[in-house]
């Protein structure tokens, strides 16, 4: 079969490698009908996350149709249609039970890893490296899906892919970081990120109560979708005389009741601090580019909550621990629970509370995978999403 492989750093490429196959009972095969490219991708495009191996097939967001299952697989049929969470979960652990799906103790066999840099291991994730597993992405024709009994949920035929595609992880992480602020009617959330995760996150929020949502970003083409699609009210850094003293002035001196990290750790800007993380990334003496995490955690309101959906890798340098400290903030953040949102997210679909399709920008076959990757690093042609067809 055709799937996108990682080459090394800022270098992927469509390969012909071996077709997948059932290899646990209850492993499920899915022919992929569409998929797409996540901000997360571009991390590992970009050599941001270690322990990535040349030849590894990238991709997490990926639906399709099941044409394979082992024998303890009693819930799916051979050609049901089905979108599949990017965390892999084995549905009976502690955590599983609890809901917290991505914090699955069986589906990483690569934990001893994850343990060594984190204390603990997380969920398995597709295409994620080998600190999540090194399982298979979903750029490809075909994906093996491990734990399919509970990873892979059928949707009906009268909803398109592009209007499901996002339930496999953009649309439950924004809705999760909005649900992790506690919003109360009233509240005023701001949103650093006007990416795709950062455009649900707005979304979210309005249908969890907000009254504002504020979305920084410097990037006009994405602002106006926050706006025009999202109903954001755009803050755009570039033109700011400081993005902190701006949020104050439009919250009554008071600051936003909480503050949602949609960037993470590729953060930009011309802040003192955001050339600094710069300098030190260039030189390996930092990990991440924390500039918008540093800026939500100044900017919320009093005992108010920074919620972090954008992904971080390492040691973050100069967070100012001591305001999140003084100001009696919560932090809440992950890799989203995706199996426990999945549902209810489907039927705000099926209302027609929110069209996630509104997003897609660019359309591209499976061939033309490096292309579609270089066009989205870029932000070239006002991408904002694209969707990959094998
Ligand atoms: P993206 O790269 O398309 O968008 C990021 C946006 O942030 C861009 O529009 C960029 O201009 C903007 N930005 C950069 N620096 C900024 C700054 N200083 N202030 C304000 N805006 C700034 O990515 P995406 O697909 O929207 O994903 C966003 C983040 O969420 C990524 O870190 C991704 O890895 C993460 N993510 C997390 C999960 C999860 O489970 N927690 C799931 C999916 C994605
Ligand atoms: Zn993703």
Redesign the pocket.
Known sequence: MKALCWCGKNSVQVETVPDPHIINPRDIIVKVTSTAI??????LYHGMIPAMEKGDILGHEFMGVVVDKGARVSNLNIGDRVVIP??IACGACEYCADGKF?ACDNSNPDADKAEALYGHSGAGIFGYSHLFGGYAGGQAEFVRVPFGDVGAFRVPDSLSDDKVLFLT??F??GY??AENCGIKPGDTVAV????????FAIQSAYLLGAENVIV????ED?LRIASEVSRGQILN?AKSDG?IDELRERTGGQGPDSCI?????????T?LD?LYDKVKLAVGAATD?P??FR?AIQACKKGGTVS?????GGVLDKVPFGAAFGKGLTMK????H?QKYLPKLLEHISNGDIDPSAIITHRFPLEKAAEAYEL?DN?EQSC??VVLQP
């Open positions: 996540c901000g997360s991708d571009l991390h990017f965390t991505s992880d953009i439950p992480t999760m970081a650093w990120g006007a990416g795709p995760v950062g455009q920084i970003d410097d990037n994405r850094f993005v990290d949609a960037v993470g750790m590729e953060a930009h800007g802040t955001a580019r500039s918008a800026q972090i959906p954008g992904v971080y953040m992950g890799q989203t995706v989205f932000k904002l999403k």
